[in-house]
């Protein structure tokens, strides 16, 4: 109401000055109706005439652009976007040009579209650095650090924002770099600094609706990472409260989709499903990226608490083919980054065997006319010099080509390592949706027959069938979590490796896991290397060391992490094994490069095994 008042008394304001209406003002109007979220925007900016100043239309098209993004109408967003920059191009204005590259960036990063939109904001950035625009360069900056946020890189995302802070001259601009100030201090694990940054923005802003809602849910994940479930509710439905208010149904449903999750920890399955069921359409229709993997996710790990087979199966199908489409474009950028620094090292390589051949012949050359004017001892002492310096050269180029070599291995190990995990996802989504599907209806159906058979316990095989389809839907999704690990996804590093404990923890086997420091923010890949290195340590141990007891200790620095894991097994000789497939070391050592570690493996007959790896945050 509050909204409809506001656009009532504009429309009376603007037919009250007898048709004389400022196109400035026009365009003022529109953008509080566009930051209010109210249809009117589009009432307002139809009242400029096409043949109005080009700068007045560019102007026009930005916001009617930033307000279908609002709408999450991408496609007419980009449409938009791209009539202003026709008429800009004709009328040559820099800081327009890099302004909608900084809009259409946003729409990038939206879709996931991560290292496209962070080109686009840096090349807006520069031209705003050239005209001195710092507002513009804190919008910026702060729209680079958001990115980086997205991708999970947190420090540089909190280099950005630091940055930003310096530029921003207005308490807006203030309060959307000190929530990203927030964020950063809670997966620093900091959580009073991050509650003070929260509240400081809040405070900044207090009538912003849209920056409320955000800030509610930003305290909301809080709380939950804290353990405050009831806390984490309460600002959910606060963060809710304002999306209704603004009409914004879209951001509304997210909301309820997160606060699936804190269901989900004080297992209240059965509200949690009721409430996706509510917000499905909505969110796989018009929701981002990001909220549509987050209500897979929980959508398939309540339908199996509820024992729902069949929607385990196609949530966790949907999931899977919405998260490999984001893995195969991050792993097409880094190779096409790879392939990028591999023919640069290429050419360099060449340059540097050019130089060399040059460099020889150039030097014969002098060599030979010296000696023709020279007496012998200046000969003699000019071949010697030759021998020196053809040696030097030759070390330095072989350095130098040896160095090239060395990068291009690593680059090719790290896309080898990339592709495997992407090909393990593979497989694990196979398995679950085929045969796991096969299985489950077997069992099904076989039910189906006990019945339909007189006294079908005289025949002796259905408990062994029934056994049998059990045991193999069981060891089907034993090798699909194995694979793919889903703990790791969903609850992060330090619960996925309790798991795995878990897992093998026996009466015949004692495993104490202690992780000691605050939890880590790693990307995804880095995550999964560390899981995977202490998956295959553990599965050398279970198959070769005849243990009785393990210790895994994790130690966490500001700068960097050491992993330690020891058992009291039979040992072995190191000499004998290095260069084996045997141990599976080459794996282990191949993924602690991949993480630019180090690893150190102590082991005597009959003494044990000590692994110890570290690398940097």
Known sequence: MKYLATFIFSIFLLSSINGQIDDTEILALARKAKNENIDSTLIYLNMISDQADPSMLIQSGIIKGQYYRNKYDYVEALNQFAAAEKLNDQLGDQVAAAKLKDEISLIYGLQGKYEEAIKLKSEALETFKEHNDSAAISICLHGISKLFNDKNDYKTSFVYAKDALKYANSNEQKAFVLASYGIYYKHENEFDSARYYYTEAINLVPDNPVFLMKSFVNLALLEKRIGNKTAA?????????????????????????????????????????????????????????????????IRYNIAERLGKAGDVLKYYGDYRAMRDSLDNLALNTKIAEFETKYQTAEKEKQIALKDKALAKSSYQRKLLLGGLAAVLWFGLFGVLFYWSKNRFNKKLSAKKIE???????????????????????????DLHDSIGGLLTSAKIHFGILQKDIDEPEQMNIGKKVESLLDEASTEVRRITHKMSPRGLELNGLQSAISDIVNEIQSPELKVDYEWNGH??????????????????????????????EILIQINVFEERVNIVIQDNGIGFRIEEV????????????????????????????????????????
């Open 403 to 429: 160095g090239l070599e060395q990068e291009q291995k690593i680059m090719s190990m790290s896309s080898m390592l990339e592709g495997q995990e992407s090909e393990r996802s593979r497989i694990a989504h």
């Open 233 to 297: 509710l309460d600002y959910y439905d606060k963060a809710a409260a304002k999306g209704l208010e603004m009409g914004d149904s879209v951001m509304t449903a997210s909301i309820a989709v997160n606060k699936t999750f804190v269901y989900y920890d004080l297992k209240d399955y059965v509200k949690a499903e009721s409430v996706l069921n509510e917000n499905e359409e909505i969110t796989l229709k018009k929701g981002t990226i990001q909220s549509k993997l987050d209500f897979y996710l």
């Open 578 to 617: 290095n260069g084996s497939e045997g141990l599976g070391l080459d794996g282990i050592r191949s993924r602690v490069e991949f993480l630019d570690g180090s690893l150190n493996i102590d082991s005597q007959i009959d003494q044990g095994t000590s692994i110890n790896i570290e690398f940097p945050k």
């Open 519 to 548: 939890l880590i923010s790693l990307d995804e890949q880095r995550e999964i290397m560390v899981y995977r290195i202490i998956q295959e340590a553990l599965n050398n141990i279970l198959k070769h060391a005849h243990a009785t």
